[in-house]
């Protein structure tokens, strides 16, 4: 019953992986509503402005920081559905086991290392930053600018989390020669 | 090794590292991390970090999360379902009906939308079927669709030109005003192909057969009413406004994703779970499309510090070429990399080389950048990577991958032959925006 028991992931790797995942999942599912507040406060600046001719001074700030804060926490969420693009044609010629071993040691060799350090950096930044109070020089409303670069670390943590998803998904497939179902 | 060369090894190994299958973004920011640190240390981590940062406060790029939002609310509604099925009561009876149809829709969707993948998606699951049951040529088809849908990166809004307006110091809505006339000539050029061919030969386009009686006049005259105009309205408003300069793109962005909303609630066809899934699918295409201009961005910012794109400037600069082939020359080069890569490394970190190429044989730089954005084109189309290709295969599985191929390549040859076009006769790029007198 060896080889049936290879055909689906084992309960304990399906849960781990959710474990893992959760994060991104989550963060997404709420991030991804900020484009319904991005969309009305740049309807009410439009309509302020144009109409009644007193633009806010507000709106753009509230723009770039929900549309930073909207991609920057999807990214993750985003590899789990295997959507960042892929030059993949030259792999498709691979079974799944080559696919995923490759996968695998530029998870290792190149994914971690560079999403590790990008996250120590920005962790950094974002320290100094809360440390200051920073607000943005750049805008007449000089908005607290700090909550934005959190979002940075943060999201690098999520790509951390899930890269270790992904990791343990490569290495069923590069044992047992089967692309791994996707996620729900 | 001497910086420069340190930067042009970095784009070799980075295009290699691209073509072992790895998501490119991560690879983008592992490569720039390990060249710059070689070269530039520890400040190569601020770079990085202000580069996303950059993006992060980007109002300019906010466009692109609220214009992916107008798309997907407008796919999900189901309203471009009902422009389809309207046109094609009133237009069924002509010979190679669909490919009118089928080309009317894409260029109305791709001024609603500022991407390929919903427009080529959509048009597969809404036409491939009464194509096949219709025996239409499948190349044609495929080539038609995957070709129609494509307009949407060009047509504006456009989140290629967004991207492409900062870089080049040309105002986006500049460059929106720009690509409408070539747009809608590579949209004609398509249809008129399309028509003549199965003119010719009928098998290819055979008129359509209703079940039933035929449609009347005046059924179908509230059809086209009800169907068409309402859509076209928001999106005619929406463009309309940023072309005459009135509102920024973003702006524009946001009242059309709010009107698309509206008109959706108003036509009754967006329940809570497919404006769910509007919203899910803006979240992930603003990730990945941005996090890739971020790595990207990254990457160009190294190899520009690094001084080697001052090295191939001057190398292409020297050489004795006259500037209109020059021109074709640098065109011929993206067109070729549309194969392997996508475009967002071409215009991030390919097209910033050119540029000063660009200023030096004094070519205007929003003309160069609506040739670029049609030679561009190619690139969703043409192998290995052909993305729309992708995208029709996953909503049509019947067809094959080399139907489709071939079924695309008479449109590559199309989208080339309008580019010279555009070399030889600039005025069809840069008449509009001086009319809107922003030039």
């Keep these: 019953m060896a080889e049936a028991g290879a055909r689906t992931p084992p309960d304990a790797l399906l849960a781990a992986i959710r474990l893992l995942e959760f994060p991104s999942v989550a963060v997404a599912k ?45 990214a993750a969420y985003a590899l789990r559905n295997g959507s960042h693009v892929r030059a993949d044609f030259l792999l498709t ?17 190149v994914y971690f290392p560079a999403i590790g350090i990008f996250f120590w950096v920005s962790l950094g930044f974002a320290v100094q930053s809360v440390r200051q109070q920073e607000t943005y020089p750049e805008s007449p409303w000089m908005p607290a600018i700090y909550p934005l670069k959190i979002v940075m670390p943060v999201t690098l943590a999520l790509l951390l989390l899930q890269g270790l998803a992904e990791v343990l998904k490569a290495q069923w497939t590069a044992r047992t020669d089967r692309p791994f179902p996707p996620s729900r | 090794m001497s910086n420069p060369v340190l930067g042009v090894v970095s784009l070799v190994v980075a295009v290699l590292g691209v073509l072992t299958g790895f998501p490119m973004a991560f690879m983008f920011i592992f490569v720039a991390l390990v060249f710059g640190y070689a070269a530039i240390g520890d400040q190569v981590f601020y770079l990085l970090t202000y580069q996303f940062f950059g ?19 407008l796919e999900q509604s189901g309203l471009m379902d009902r422009m389809f099925e309207a046109l094609r009561m009133t237009l069924g009876r002509l010979k190679g009906s669909l490919y009118l149809i089928v080309m009317l829709v894409a260029t109305i969707f791709a001024a609603a939308t500022g991407i390929v993948g919903a427009s080529v998606t959509v048009l597969g699951v809404m036409a491939a079927p009464i194509m096949i049951r219709s025996g239409y040529d499948t190349r044609m088809s495929a080539g038609i669709i995957a070709a129609g849908g494509t307009l949407g990166i060009l047509i504006p809004p456009s989140v290629m030109l967004i991207v492409m307006g900062p870089l080049m110091g040309v105002p986006v809505s500049d460059l929106f005003a720009g690509a409408i006339v070539p747009g809608l000539i590579l949209s004609a050029v398509y249809l008129v192909y399309a028509l003549v061919r199965s003119h010719l030969n009928p098998a290819l386009g055979p008129p359509l057969l209703y079940e039933g009686t035929p449609p009347g006049g005046w059924q179908k005259a509230k059809e086209i009413v009800l169907g068409v105009v309402p859509i076209a309205t928001v999106i005619m408003a929406t463009l309309g406004l940023i072309i005459a300069g009135v509102t920024t793109p973003t702006d524009a962005a946001a009242t059309g994703a709010f009107a698309s909303v509206v008109l959706s609630l108003a036509y009754g066809r967006m329940g809570w779970s497919r404006f769910k899934t509007a919203v899910f699918r803006t979240l992930e295409t603003s990730a990945f499309i941005m996090f890739l201009i971020g790595a990207a961005n990254f990457f160009g910012a190294v190899f520009a510090r690094l001084g080697s794109g001052t090295l191939i400037t001057d190398a292409l600069t020297s050489l004795p070429l006259p500037p209109t082939a020059m021109l074709l020359v640098m065109l011929f080069v993206i067109f070729v990399l549309g194969g392997p ?99």
Excluded: C
Aim: charged share 10%; aromatic share 14%.
């Design chain 2, 55 to 73: 993006l992060m406060t980007s109002v300019e790029l906010a466009a692109i999360p609220l214009f992916l939002f107008m798309g997907y609310v």
């Design chain 1, 30 to 74: 709420l991030a991804a509503w900020v484009i319904v507040p991005m969309t009305g406060a740049l309807v009410y600046e439009v309509v302020s402005r144009y109409i009644f001719d007193r633009p806010t001074v507000w709106a753009y700030d509230i723009t770039y920081m929900m549309a930073g804060t909207l991609f920057m926490l999807g």
């Design chain 1, 93 to 109: 010629a691979l079974s799944p086991k080559w696919q995923a071993i490759i996968d695998l040691v530029l998870y290792l060799g």
């Design chain 2, 341 to 439: 890569l996508e475009w967002i490394p071409i215009v991030l970190v390919v097209v910033p080389i050119f540029i000063p190429v660009v200023k030096q044989l004094g070519f205007d730089m929003l003309w160069f950048g609506i040739l670029v954005a049609v030679t561009l084109q190619s690139s969703w189309l043409t192998p290995p990577m052909a993305l729309s290709a992708y995208f029709l295969k996953g909503v049509v599985p019947q067809w094959s991958m080399k139907n489709i191929y071939i079924g695309m390549v008479q449109f590559v040859v199309l989208q080339l032959a309008v580019v010279l076009v555009l070399v030889k006769f600039p005025i069809l790029v840069t008449w509009l925006p001086s009319v809107t007198g922003l030039q």
